[in-house]
């Protein structure tokens, strides 16, 4: 099992800066996807910015490009942190974020783990 716990959300100022940060602990894998996904009520979850391993490929949205930064603490599989780091919020980056890690069963499919989430609201 893997647990992820998410923290760092908040009220933020239009322009203002965030970090949001997701503890990670449990079973390490050889092989993985850690991301950030957002959501807002009414729409479909969004995936923000996902790094893969091995490689430490990153992937940014459009949306955020620019402006926000995952990053980790340290390439340990069993415990780490993944940061996002948040520059120039707007309004629209107001939402629900969730931390996800998915690895390879070996079988197939894939073994998913969602964090509980962490409050974003950005607003005058």
């Known amino acids: 099992q893997v647990q992820l716990v998410e923290s760092g959300g908040g009220l933020v100022q239009p322009g203002g800066s965030l970090r949001l940060a997701c503890a990670r602990s449990?079973?390490?894998?050889?092989?993985?996807?850690r991301s950030w996904y957002r959501e807002v009520p009414g729409k479909e979850r969004e995936l923000v910015a996902a790094v893969t391993y091995p490689g430490y490929n990153i992937e940014y949205s459009d949306s955020v490009k620019g402006r926000f930064t995952l990053s980790r603490d340290s390439g340990n599989t069993v415990k780490s942190t993944l940061f996002l780091q948040m520059n120039d919020v707007q309004p629209e980056d107001t939402a629900m974020y969730f931390c996800h890690e998915e690895a390879p069963d070996g079988a197939g499919r894939k073994y998913t783990y969602w964090g509980q989430g962490t409050q974003v609201t950005v607003s005058s």
């Open positions: 449990g079973v390490p894998f050889n092989q993985y996807t």
